[in-house]
């Protein structure tokens, strides 16, 4: 029988029949069908013809069956035969009087198929044949275009084809703007990407936060703050908030940059917001804090990090360990090693030469050799870097002949020293006096292809100059000139000349160094400003050096605190204490922190007029500021104490604290914080109520400080921001009785109460789970006239979701929008995920419209949500709809939505696009984690893709990425289902071998595996060891062995096994029963199956899908259809859907018996369900029209 008379069979028996049905058992039907009557299906596969084929496109295109013309579609583009012109095809279609507007949405598709398959010329041809002939083109089919070029890295042609799409009036969204926008970034045409930004947004195309992001990102990179503070004017002005990429892009360039002041501000904003940082920003966080020298909040951040459930990796650890090395604190950092090899992440050699910079900087330089010879033996050479920073060790120790050691050992070791080297050997050379061989140094360091830079040349300028030898350090400024090495704004060049004419007292030449830099475009430092005003100092002439200054400030050049502490110093030699001081006051208003020898410089000049008091205060000011008073702080109060013993007011501090007279020592206390606050020194008057708030001494009841304050007569807007600083200060020390009892306070004293104080409150209950006192204390400030933002509603939000009161919390959302807080994209976050934990869609589709009513995007971490969710309940067709609207918007997924898409697509069985997936992220340069790495080889072992599982599990390996059981679980359950059993033994053994003892799940994979290749014996003796390695069976083990005993007719050991597990305290499951319950059915015992099925009710188990499904097949077998079909229906009254063994099993009982229409009903219901018939289904329907 020919496919076309099969067909007219199909038409003339079932004339309501839909071409998407003929399409399907073209399309679906499996490669090699077992009944020879279904061959005839293939007749048309077998002798493809394009006008067939378009044929079939048109009538699917009619019936709105869009994913089966595409797929016809598809065969026609890779297939030679079929692949003709867009002419061609065109005229083929204008023969057979095809409607305009399916003509266009055909080519609307077969552009999007032609990108899809890389064919990006036939693309542009079938595009400009729309064009040409005026047909509308879709919008999402471009942005597939722009993407594809994206990903290519052809920008030029992305940039092209965006114009193209303007010319032809092609609707612009925001997320082609966007797209193209980061392809202009790309090439580094910013000023460029900001115009079409402005341009779209004339057009009525706003900019999204992704497309603020990207232009954020590409200021930073090119260090243009103006233009970034533009951008985040203008993301303000359009009602965004900074997201966590954009906070995590902020954080990242400004501490690159050295810019510390804005990193802190950023990091007391997010704080202040409530945001919950995710891993890249905590990383951030921690390398920014590290940087500020703030270690103890660096490692807050990551112990905070933990509590999230967050995972550090790698550069977490690396940024931590760089902060503890900076701050000298070694044994920190050594604790931090330890735990990362304990969790067997990878140790890189980045993480090694911090450790032995740290060491080295500490004169520890054992300690330092000790962790090479470690990391040599973990497989990492020094680098060059190694080198260095050894040899840079020891030449702080002065040995210089050891570092020379090194360094002209490297080579030996088959590592060629860089510029750094070659400059630590110079500097070496140049402290001994060895200019000659520093000179030589300088010159092989040339023969060999290095460039000497600015770093070697001030060297050796240095060098010189602190020998007295100007004309020499002169000579090298002009090779520097000649050679094309500028003096940049970080040399010490200028400095150590400018340093050697001040110790020569030619304060003339030295001004003449700034003039000539000057002129020839390099400004000078604040290094180099330094070196004058010190210079002037030392002569004693403050008055010069504070000219030098204001000329410093005049320019823009901000001195630091060596530069205030030189000017202090000076004024201190000439007895100006006064000045002195003053100076101390403006440094520290200008934000620049005094250190130990700002302090000791001012103590000695106080001690050496004989101000004996003020001296001593500026003592208890540095300890009170937690600077350290070191040996020669206290050597310049010695002496003059022990001639002079009156104590002076601010030592009646200690000695009134020591000898119980707590009282007067509160008071002085709150006098110094009342100043502090009258010179709006926060930090400083903070920091005494920490001592007032930890000493026992001191604290007081709340009622008792008001009388304190009245005596000193201090007016109430001060005292309500004492009382505010008091309550955010018992909150930081977890007193949060102390801190409730000023809240108390405040309301009744009609104090203002800081809603960001409120919000460190409302934080700390969250951190410590403490969720119903984290509402009850909102409802306070509610209560309170508090003012109410959305972070601290969010996190109020955030609490009620944890404790399950979901209703709750959207209920709180409403009352707070009526009061005009509006939510933003973190609370509606909140919410989704609540919902999708719950799972309730009906309320998770209500606050996906409520977003879309109030303008908001999903973000990255909404799709992570929606994808995790949707996946863990099976609902996969959702997953794809998700995959095509991110990919739709063009979103930059993080690693964490990278990792949840692709664990989707494990699920939906699409390898080639998880894959596509995984090099992407890499692409962008996003570091995969053992999540990501575990989904993709999850993804590979469903599809029976255990090479290629292999593979990626090596590259764990290499790049050091800790494999955990669950992936070696995966990879044995993906060679079990191969039936490779030796195979997944094999990696079982390789578990064990890392320390990873086999946990029941590694049995029942095994025990499963077996099974299916009819091993039963092996399967129940494998089972049984179990016990004797000390693994208790759990109910999945139980239920493989009466699996076993099933398929061998034993249903006496069967139910044996089912009593033994109760008595054992495991409770049998549905699964469970569903197993034997089967085995009854495939025998025909359907009355033991009934009776068991009973049981199960009796025991509170409901019966699901798979009971039914069974009772299904076994009525069918049994040749019971009719009573098959009652248990059909009885379905949906239970709550239950079949599925697609279900609908099989009845499909081909009613087919057997001859009842083909009731089998194709059934198969429509089927496809109507949204479920893929398979093999059997179309071998029972062809067998029916056959029969």
């Not at 000790?370 to 050479?381: A, K, N, S, V, Y």
């Not at 205060?617 to 104490?641: F, Q």
């Not at 309301?747 to 104080?757: A, L, Y």
């Not at 009906?842 to 973000?859: N, R, T, Y």
Request: hydrophobic letters at 40%; aromatic letters at 8%; charged letters at 25%.
């Amino acid at each position: 029988m020919s496919t076309q008379k099969f067909y007219q069979r199909v038409k003339q028996r079932f004339p309501k029949r839909p071409i998407k049905e003929i399409a399907k058992l073209i399309s679906l039907f499996p490669p090699s069908p077992s009944p020879s009557s279904c061959s005839n299906f293939f007749n048309f596969k077998q002798s493809p013809n394009l006008e067939t084929h378009l044929a079939l496109v048109v009538d699917l295109l009619k019936s709105k069956e869009f994913a089966e013309a595409e797929n016809i579609l598809n065969a026609v583009v890779v297939t030679d035969g079929l692949r003709k012109p867009v002419s061609k095809l065109a005229s083929l279609l204008s023969e057979n009087h095809v409607k305009r507007k399916v003509m266009g949405k055909m080519f609307n598709m077969l552009f999007s198929v032609y990108v899809n398959n890389m064919r990006f010329n036939e693309a542009l041809q079938v595009f400009d044949y729309m064009k040409k002939g005026c047909f509308r083109i879709d919008d999402r089919a471009c942005m597939a275009y722009l993407l594809a070029m994206k990903r290519q890295r052809q920008y030029d042609s992305l940039f092209e084809f965006f114009h193209k799409m303007v010319e032809f009036n092609v609707k612009i969204t925001v997320y082609s703007m966007t797209v193209v926008v980061d392809g202009l970034c790309k090439m580094g045409e910013v000023c460029e990407a900001r115009k079409l930004v402005d341009e779209m947004a004339s057009k009525g195309v706003k900019p999204s936060d992704y497309t603020y992001n990207i232009l954020l990102q590409a200021y930073m990179k090119i260090q243009d703050f103006v233009a970034v503070m533009e951008v985040l004017r203008k993301m303000e002005k359009d009602g965004f908030d900074l997201n966590m990429t954009s906070y995590t892009l902020l954080i990242k360039g400004y501490s690159t940059f050295g810019d510390l002041v804005e990193v802190e501000r950023l990091f007391k904003e997010i704080e202040e917001k409530g945001i919950e940082p995710n891993v890249h920003l905590c990383t951030s966080m921690i390398s920014g804090y590290s940087k500020l020298g703030n270690v103890m909040k660096a490692f807050s951040m990551f112990v905070e990090m933990v509590e999230r459930g967050l995972i550090p990796d790698g550069h977490t650890y690396g940024a931590l360990i760089n902060g503890f090395c900076k701050a000298g604190l070694m044994q920190g950092a050594e604790v931090l090693l330890n735990e990362m090899q304990g969790k067997r992440i990878s140790i890189d050699r980045v993480i090694f030469n911090t450790m032995m910079d740290g060491y080295c900087k500490q004169g520890n330089v054992d300690e330092a050799l000790r962790l090479q010879t470690i990391m040599e033996g973990e497989g990492h050479q020094p680098d060059a870097n190694a080198y260095n920073i050894i040899a840079t060790g020891l030449r702080k120790l002065e040995l210089y002949d050891e570092a020379k050691m090194v360094l002209l050992s490297m080579v030996d070791r088959g590592v060629a020293p860089d510029t750094v080297s070659y400059t630590t050997l110079i500097d070496i050379y140049c402290k001994q006096g060895n200019f000659v061989e520093a000179k030589r140094a300088l010159i092989e360091m040339e023969t060999k292809g290095l460039k000497p830079n600015t770093a070697t040349y001030t060297t050796l300028v240095d060098g010189y100059c602190k020998l007295g030898k100007i004309v020499d350090a002169k000579r090298i400024l002009r090779v520097m000139e000649t050679e094309g090495v500028k003096p940049n704004t970080t040399t010490n060049s200028a400095c150590a000349l400018t340093d050697g004419y001040c110790k020569q007292g030619d304060f003339i030449e030295a001004k003449t160094v700034f003039s000539e830099i000057g002129t020839k475009g390099v400004k000078p430092n604040t290094v180099t400003y330094t070196a004058l005003i010190d210079g002037y100092c030392k002569v004693r002439n403050p008055a010069k050096a504070e000219k030098v200054l204001i000329e410093m400030e005049t320019k823009g050049v901000k001195p630091n605190t060596v530069t205030y502490t030189a000017l202090i110093d000076g004024c201190c030699k000439v007895g100006n204490i006064a000045k002195a001081i003053k100076i101390l006051i403006e440094m520290e208003t200008k934000g620049v922190n005094p250190n130990t020898v700002t302090y000791t410089a001012l103590i000695d000049g106080c001690c050496k007029v004989g101000n004996i008091a003020k001296a001593i205060k500026v003592l208890l000011e540095m300890e009170n500021k937690g600077v350290k008073p070191n040996a020669i702080t206290y050597n310049a109060l010695k002496m003059v104490i022990v001639r002079k013993m009156s104590i002076h007011t601010p030592l009646i501090l200690h000695r009134e604290c020591i000898s119980g007279k707590a009282d007067a020592a509160l008071k002085l206390f709150i006098e110094i914080i009342t100043q502090f606050k009258l010179l709006q020194k926060f930090a400083e008057a903070k920091s005494i109520l920490y001592t007032v708030a930890s000493d026992d001494s001191l604290r007081k009841p709340i009622s008792e400080i008001p009388s304190l304050l009245g005596e000193n007569r201090v007016e109430h807007k001060v005292m309500g921001k004492m009382f505010d600083m008091l309550f955010r200060v018992y909150v930081d020390s977890m007193r949060f009785k102390e801190a409730l009892e000023v809240f108390e306070y405040m309301k009744n004293g009609g104090f203002e109460i800081d809603d960001r104080s409120c919000m460190v409150y409302l934080l700390a209950m969250k951190r410590r789970k403490q969720y119903d006192s984290l509402v009850e204390f909102f409802e306070m400030m509610v209560e309170f006239d508090v003012r109410i933002t959305v972070y601290s509603m969010t996190m109020v939000i955030d609490g009620l979701c944890k404790v399950g009161e979901v209703s709750k919390a959207r209920k709180l959302m409403d009352e707070m929008v009526s009061k005009g807080v509006k939510p933003n994209v973190y609370t509606y976050n909140t919410l989704l995920d609540a919902c999708m934990k719950k799972p309730d869609f009906v309320a998770l589709k209500e606050i996906l419209m409520a977003m879309e009513k109030e303008g908001l995007d999903l973000d990255v971490t909404s799709y992570t949500l929606l994808i995790d969710g949707y996946c863990n309940i099976g609902n996969l067709k959702e997953v794809e709809r998700l995959f095509r609207e991110i990919e739709g918007k063009g979103i930059k997924p993080d690693v964490h939505l990278y990792t949840s898409m692709i664990s989707g697509c494990s699920k939906l069985g699409n390898v080639k696009k998880a894959f596509s997936l995984f090099d992407e992220m890499v692409e962008r340069g996003l570091v995969p984690n053992a999540h990501t790495y575990g989904a993709l080889i999850n993804c590979l072992c469903k599809a029976g893709q255990m090479q290629a599982a292999e593979v990626l599990l090596n590259e764990m390996q290499s790049k050091g990425i800790d494999i955990g059981p669950v992936i070696f679980n995966t990879m044995m359950d993906g060679y079990c289902k191969q039936g490779n059993i030796d195979e997944a033994w094999r990696l079982q053994k390789i578990m064990e071998g890392k320390g990873y003892e086999s946990d029941v799940y590694v049995y029942n994979i095994i025990a499963t595996g077996l099974c299916k290749l009819d091993r039963c014996e092996e399967a129940k003796t494998w089972l049984f060891s179990m016990v004797d390695r000390g693994v208790a069976p759990n109910e999945v083990a139980h239920t493989t062995l009466i699996s076993i005993y099933s398929k061998e007719g034993n249903f006496v050991e069967a139910k044996r096994t089912l009593r033994e597990m109760e008595t054992k305290g495991v409770k049998p499951n549905t699964a469970t029963y569903n197993t034997l319950i089967d085995g009854y059915c495939k025998k025909g015992m359907m009355k033991e199956a009934y009776k068991l099925k009973n049981v199960m009710e009796c025991k509170g188990l409901k019966p699901d899908l798979y009971t039914y499904t069974s009772l299904v097949h076994g009525e069918c077998i049994s040749g019971n259809v009719d009573d098959a079909l009652k248990l059909f229906n009885e379905m949906p009254r239970e709550g239950l859907v079949p599925n697609v063994v279900t609908y099989t099993a009845m499909i081909s009982g009613l087919s057997k018996e001859g009842r083909s229409d009731e089998a194709f009903r059934l198969y429509d219901e089927m496809i109507e369900a949204g479920l893929t018939p398979d093999a059997s289904a179309y071998s029972a329907l062809v067998g029916s029209l056959h029969g």
